[in-house]
């Protein structure tokens, strides 16, 4: 009995890790709101033009506002630290109008 020969799935060894495996997405509540989000590696936004949403991105901070929608950013390294606070200037748990914050290690794109 002839037997095949196994045929390796050469996509899997050439895979690449992704440059930006981390993703933090914020969540607007229909209040305006102000974020600064730090990471010990670098950020970037996700498909969408920082001109547009005047969100300043700069190696590992970005900071801007936000009242609805989401927003989207990929990261390198660790979250070092997530700041929201409403128009008033409270933050949460104070206000119920801050954004929501989610933050997912190892997302692919």
Same mark, same amino acid.
């Given at each position: 009995?002839a037997?095949?020969?196994?045929? #390796?799935?050469? !996509?899997?060894? =050439?895979? #690449?890790?992704?440059? @930006?495996?981390?993703?933090? =997405?914020?969540?607007?509540?229909? +209040?305006?709101?102000? @974020? ?5 590696? #670098?950020?970037?936004? *996700?498909?969408?033009?920082?001109l547009?949403?005047?969100? +300043?991105? !700069? ?6 506002t +936000?009242?609805v929608? +989401? #927003?989207? @950013?990929? @990261? !390198? ?13 409270? =933050? ?5 109008? *801050?954004?929501a ?9």
């Amino acid at each position: 009995m002839a037997r095949d020969k196994p045929v #390796q799935n050469s !996509s899997s060894s =050439t895979h #690449q890790p992704t440059k @930006f495996p981390n993703l933090v =997405t914020l969540v607007g509540r229909g +209040i305006p709101s102000r @974020f600064e989000i730090a990471v010990d590696g #670098q950020i970037e936004m *996700v498909d969408a033009d920082p001109l547009e949403t005047a969100t +300043i991105v !700069s190696g590992g901070v970005a900071e801007g506002t +936000i009242d609805v929608g +989401i #927003q989207q @950013f990929r @990261f !390198s390294g660790e979250m070092a630290n997530v700041h929201v606070a409403d128009w008033n200037g409270n =933050t949460a748990p104070t206000s119920k109008s *801050v954004p929501a914050v989610h933050v997912d290690y190892g997302v692919e794109r």
